[in-house]
């Protein structure tokens, strides 16, 4: 019945006892999740209640505008059942039912006035049928349209290549990328390099009155006179040597001069500090020398791997190719490979062109791109094989693990600092960084492993088709919320969504580990997962707007004036 002139009601079980809408909404709410589709109040005054039930949002309310006779309300029910358990509309058995209700006006009043439906605008009216079939949503809202879903998504996409031009994703892309490159597959060691470390023991068992830096005069002449009868193909001196060699060893200086396989190494001027750079050793000729520099990104970690460079005019150094270039260049010489450069400029060794790093959407900005950058193909931690000082001199090595290979000579010594962070850290510990003797080896691998084996370089995709991706993982994010759409419980809804999302992003990470291994590209996977995200977050709020545009004022529910006419009492 209604109280407080039709704006609240009460359901009175018998004259002491009576239920408010308050007391029954947990269990209505319970009854619309499970698929109520119909509320019936068929007795008293029942506009109060219909106020007060406006807020659950229940399909189709029908309830009687006055107290209704019990007979009224018996032959009224009794009629609406029978028009719509044929097959009427509900709006069809309502006016059917009011119009058989003619015949009792003689004695009773009014009686076709007295019933009143009260409709959610944004259901549509059930029909007998389908509230005996199952069904999957139970709440209708409001789409995008095709048209919205496009907007939405070149709007996003535009909005996450701004914010990745900007270098905002940086950071992130850059750790999605190590994650990416240590769940690769792993790969076979190079056969076709050998690593000496001069470790710090080798250091403390060298005479501190002969020796400068981490390697003497005396252990680098014996050190040469062991390896060079196993004729490997190349070797490297990782060991900076701006001074000249002693006096009493003229046989090193003939080593170093005339040994035409030893590359040496120096240090070009520094581009951010007023650093001259390091010399190479002055017996080395220019042609056999070559930089030693690494870059680093901004979070410490080397990722890249450059070739050639332009010194400056004041550097010391003024080696134009890397240490790892030039050592390889001399192992694929032997093979009759030798350096070429296409009209772009791009080194070229046999088939393969080490296209250089350019400036991208936000990975890395133009400023960051000096030089001859490729990213760099890291192997295994172990994927390169090592002997110490000690063993070489000793004797304790097998000949076959020097022969026609690359020797690369450097220390690994921790106090000598020479240590970095690689993809594969995953802390600033020192147990987590590698010593720049192994870096030297991982590049030098790197260039032979694509000239001779094929392995895939790495590569970033070109800045067009990188918005192009984004716009797609932007679109696919908006047709997914929008085929999810809302529902009557928005937790469902959004646990769906989020499911939906989850699934979208992990399959773009399975997606770009494949693309990866298989090809060297390394797709951005930080703003494709983020185009669908917030693409799909925004058609949820579109559609969210239109549900709401769709309410009346005061409320969700309207009287349908198309069955019920004003009539005056």
Same mark, same amino acid.
């Given at each position: ?19 408010? $809408? ?30 007060? @039930? ?10 009687? /505008?006055?107290?209704?006779? !019990? ?26 039912? /009011? ?40 709440? &209708? ?7 919205? +879903? @496009? ?27 190590? *994650?990416? =490159? ?29 020796? /400068? ?19 490997p193909h190349a070797i490297g001196l990782d060991i900076y040597r701006d001074y000249p060699v002693a006096n009493n060893h003229p046989d090193l200086v003939q080593q170093l001069q005339q040994q035409n396989g030893l590359i040496a190494i120096c240090k070009v001027s520094d581009r951010t500090l007023d ?25 410490? +970690? ?34 009759? #490979? ?28 133009? %400023? !960051? ?6 990213? =760099? ?6 994927? $390169?094989? *090592? ?8 004797? /304790? ?40 003797? =192994? ?8 260039i032979l492993s694509a000239v001779l084996d094929k392995r895939s370089l790495l590569c970033i995709m070109p800045g067009w088709s990188e918005i192009i991706g984004i716009w797609v993982c932007a679109l696919i994010g908006a047709t997914m919320a929008e085929?999810?759409?809302?529902? !009557?419980?928005?937790?469902? &809804?959004?646990?769906?969504?989020? $499911?939906? #999302? ?9 997606? %770009? ?9 390394? @797709? ?20 969210? *707007? ?13 009287? !349908? ?9």
């Open positions: 019945m209604s109280q407080e002139e039709g704006t609240t009601g009460q359901i009175f079980i018998n004259e002491n006892e009576s239920l408010s $809408i308050p007391q029954l909404k947990h269990g209505l709410k319970k009854a619309i999740q499970r698929g109520l589709k119909i509320a019936i109040f068929n007795s008293c005054d029942g506009l109060g209640l219909a106020q007060q @039930l406006a807020d659950l949002y229940i399909p189709q309310i029908l309830v009687m /505008r006055e107290p209704v006779p !019990d007979r009224v309300a018996q032959e009224f029910l009794k009629y609406f059942l029978e028009a719509f358990a044929k097959g009427d509309t509900f709006y069809l058995s309502v006016r059917e039912a /009011r119009e058989k209700l003619q015949g009792l006006e003689a004695q009773f009043p009014y009686a076709t006035w007295l019933p009143a439906i009260y409709q959610n605008p944004a259901a549509f009216p059930p029909t007998w049928e389908s509230l005996h079939l199952p069904q999957k949503t139970r709440y &209708t809202s409001p789409r995008c349209s095709l048209r919205a +879903v @496009l907007i939405t998504s070149i709007a996003i996409a535009s909005l996450v290549s701004g914010i990745r031009h900007l270098g905002i994703f940086q950071p992130l892309e850059l750790k999605a990328y190590d *994650r990416l =490159l240590a769940l690769r597959p792993q790969e076979k060691p190079d056969s076709r390099l050998l690593v000496v470390t001069v470790t710090e023991a080798d250091i403390r068992s060298q005479n501190p009155e002969t020796r /400068r830096g981490s390697l003497s005069d005396d252990s680098l002449a014996q050190l040469l006179q062991k390896l060079e009868p196993f004729k650093e001259p750079g390091i010399s190479p050793p002055p017996e080395v000729p220019p042609d056999r020398v070559g930089f030693s520099d690494f870059i680093v990104d901004s979070d410490g +970690v080397i990722r890249r791997h450059l070739l050639v460079l332009t010194p400056e005019p004041t550097s010391l150094c003024q080696a134009s190719y890397s240490f790892s270039v030039q050592l390889a260049f001399r192992y694929l010489a032997a093979d009759g #490979i030798l350096p070429q450069w296409t009209p772009e400029g791009y080194l070229q060794l046999g088939k393969v062109i080490f296209k250089p790093l350019e400036t991208n959407t936000g990975i890395y900005q133009k %400023s !960051d791109l000096w030089g001859h950058q490729i990213l =760099l193909n890291y192997r295994p931690d172990r994927g $390169i094989e *090592r002997v110490t000082l000690s063993d070489v001199l000793q004797g /304790r090595i097998n000949p076959n693990s020097v022969r026609d290979r690359i020797i690369i000579i450097g220390t690994t010594a921790p106090s000598f600092g020479d240590y970095w962070l690689t993809p594969f850290s995953q802390d600033n510990s020192p147990a987590q960084q590698v010593p720049g003797v =192994l870096m030297q080896a991982q590049m030098t691998s790197q085929r999810v759409g809302l529902s !009557d419980n928005w937790r469902n &809804t959004f646990l769906k969504l989020a $499911i939906s #999302i989850s699934i979208a992003v992990v399959g773009l990470f399975g997606l %770009s580990l494949a693309v990866l291994t298989q090809s060297g590209y390394w @797709l951005p996977v930080v703003p494709f997962s983020f185009a669908v995200i917030a693409a799909s977050s925004s058609v949820v709020v579109i559609e969210i *707007r239109l549900q709401q545009g769709k309410k009346l004022p005061g409320g969700s529910y309207e009287i !349908d004036s198309r069955i019920i006419a004003s009539r005056d009492r």
